[in-house]
T-cell receptor, first 117, second 116 residues
Framework: AQKITQTQPGMFVQEKEAVTLDCTYDTSDPSYGLFWYKQPSSGEMIFLIYQGSYDQQNATEGRYSLNFQKARKSANLVISASQLGDSAMYFCAMRGEDSGGYQKVTFGTGTKLQVIP | GAGVSQSPSNKVTEKGKDVELRCDPISGHTALYWYRQSLGQGLEFLIYFQGNSAPDKSGLPSDRFSAERTGGSVSTLTIQRTQQEDSAVYLC??????????????FGPGTRLTVL
């Protein structure tokens, strides 16, 4: 079974500082994808970054980078130079296949990030 | 349209009534996903379609829930005999394909369902 764990229900960061949001996962599927989404108070889900299980390098997208440590099964999101607009819920998610060969998508419980001016 | 659309945006219904939620995916996206998000919670995966086929319905919460997709495009999620615990935001997403590859899901704005 797939599992995503986000242990930080809430985080504060000073504007312009970097922040790391933790995500650990568990799966028996050797091929999977890891995603991070941002959900502002407006409710929309915004895709941030993707990491494939076979990707050798950590994914980066602008101010977002994914610290992928496969042996530790962690996929932490690093946001550099935080901005006030980064205040939102952040969800880690995994897409893979279960033992029956069916696709499953599992989301973590989220981390609420608040950027302090 | 340019993005995923869902209708209605808000639905208030009485306990015991049936509701139908609609999702229009991005044109050309073969994969379509339904999720449920209760207040302050993460997303609960309900079902996905590859084309018109939903190979695994085990994520649906109960047999009161059903979903279909026609023409590889529009999908409807139907909840029969609604209960108060069905109150949530129902999110639809689409992507170019399934599989663990980097096919990001594009989400719609959701339908907020309130069962009185």
């Amino acid at each position: 079974a797939q599992k995503i764990t986000q242990t930080q229900p809430g985080m504060f960061v000073q504007e312009k500082e970097a922040v790391t949001l933790d995500c650990t996962y568990d799966t028996s599927d050797p091929s999977y994808g890891l995603f991070w989404y941002k959900q502002p108070s407006s409710g929309e889900m915004i895709f941030l970054i993707y990491q494939g299980s076979y990707d050798q390098q950590n994914a980066t997208e602008g101010r977002y980078s994914l610290n992928f440590q496969k042996a530790r099964k962690s996929a932490n999101l690093v946001i550099s130079a935080s901005q006030l607009g980064d205040s939102a819920m952040y969800f880690c998610a995994m897409r893979g296949e279960d033992s029956g060969g069916y696709q499953k998508v599992t989301f973590g419980t989220g981390t609420k990030l608040q950027v302090i001016p | 349209g340019a993005g995923v659309s869902q209708s209605p945006s808000n639905k208030v219904t009485e306990k015991g009534k049936d509701v139908e939620l609609r999702c229009d995916p991005i044109s050309g996206h073969t994969a379509l996903y339904w999720y449920r998000q209760s207040l302050g919670q993460g997303l609960e995966f309900l079902i996905y379609f590859q084309g018109n086929s939903a190979p695994d319905k085990s994520g649906l919460p109960s047999d009161r829930f059903s979903a279909e997709r026609t023409g590889g495009s529009v999908s409807t999620l139907t909840i029969q005999r609604t209960q108060q615990e069905d109150s949530a935001v129902y999110l639809c997403a689409s992507s170019l394909a399934t599989g663990p590859g980097g096919n990001e899901q594009f989400f719609g704005p959701g339908t907020r369902l309130t069962v009185l």
